[in-house]
C-alpha cells in the first residue's frame, strides 16, 4: 500500500534543476581559461620543438624561430593561469585560509555620532561647550 507522503512538487524539481545549471556554468568558467592555459603551453613546446627539430635537418641553413606563435601560446597560457589563480586567490582570501598580508584591509572605523548628537542638543539648549568667539 502506498505511503501518504507529500511529493514534492515540479517547483522543487525546478530549484534543483537550477542549482544543478548553475554549478555546471561555474566549472564551464573554470574549465574554460584550463583550457586555454594548456593550449598556450603546447603551442609554446611545439614551437620550441619545431625550432630543435629544424637545427637537425641539414638541408635548412638557418633554422628560424615561431615568434608570433609562441608569443600567441605565452599570452593564452599567463590568461589562463592568471584566471585560475586569481579565482583560487580570491576563494582562500574569502575562507581566510590566505597569509595575514594578503587579507583584506579593514576600512576605518566611522566615526561616533555621540559628539554630532552632543552638539546638536547643546544647539537646541542654547548652551555651548565651544567659547565665545572673539571679535
Given at each position: 500500500m502506498?505511503?501518504?507522503?507529500?511529493?514534492?512538487?515540479?517547483d522543487?524539481f525546478?530549484?534543483q534543476?537550477t542549482?544543478?545549471?548553475?554549478?555546471?556554468?561555474?566549472?564551464?568558467?573554470?574549465?574554460?581559461?584550463?583550457?586555454?592555459?594548456?593550449?598556450?603551453?603546447?603551442?609554446?613546446?611545439?614551437?620550441?620543438?619545431?625550432?630543435?627539430?629544424?637545427?637537425?635537418?641539414?638541408?635548412?641553413?638557418?633554422?628560424?624561430?615561431?615568434?608570433?606563435?609562441?608569443?600567441?601560446?605565452?599570452?593564452?597560457?599567463?590568461?589562463?593561469?592568471?584566471?585560475?589563480g586569481?579565482?583560487?586567490?580570491?576563494?582562500?582570501?574569502?575562507?581566510?585560509?590566505v597569509?595575514?598580508?594578503?587579507?583584506?584591509?579593514?576600512?576605518?572605523?566611522?566615526?561616533s555620532?555621540?559628539?554630532?548628537?552632543d552638539?546638536?542638543?547643546?544647539?537646541?539648549?542654547?548652551?555651548?561647550s565651544?567659547p565665545?568667539?572673539?571679535s
Amino acid at each position: 500500500m502506498m505511503n501518504d507522503e507529500h511529493i514534492p512538487t515540479g517547483d522543487l524539481f525546478m530549484r534543483q534543476d537550477t542549482h544543478v545549471i548553475t554549478r555546471f556554468i561555474a566549472i564551464l568558467l573554470l574549465v574554460i581559461p584550463g583550457l586555454l592555459a594548456t593550449f598556450g603551453f603546447l603551442t609554446m613546446k611545439n614551437v620550441i620543438f619545431d625550432y630543435i627539430a629544424d637545427h637537425g635537418n641539414d638541408s635548412l641553413a638557418a633554422p628560424s624561430f615561431g615568434w608570433l606563435p609562441f608569443l600567441g601560446g605565452f599570452v593564452m597560457f599567463a590568461i589562463g593561469v592568471a584566471f585560475i589563480g586569481g579565482w583560487v586567490f580570491y576563494r582562500d582570501r574569502k575562507r581566510n585560509y590566505v597569509a595575514p598580508r594578503f587579507r583584506k584591509k579593514k576600512g576605518p572605523r566611522p566615526a561616533s555620532f555621540k559628539p554630532m548628537i552632543d552638539q546638536q542638543a547643546s544647539a537646541r539648549d542654547g548652551s555651548s561647550s565651544e567659547p565665545p568667539a572673539s571679535s
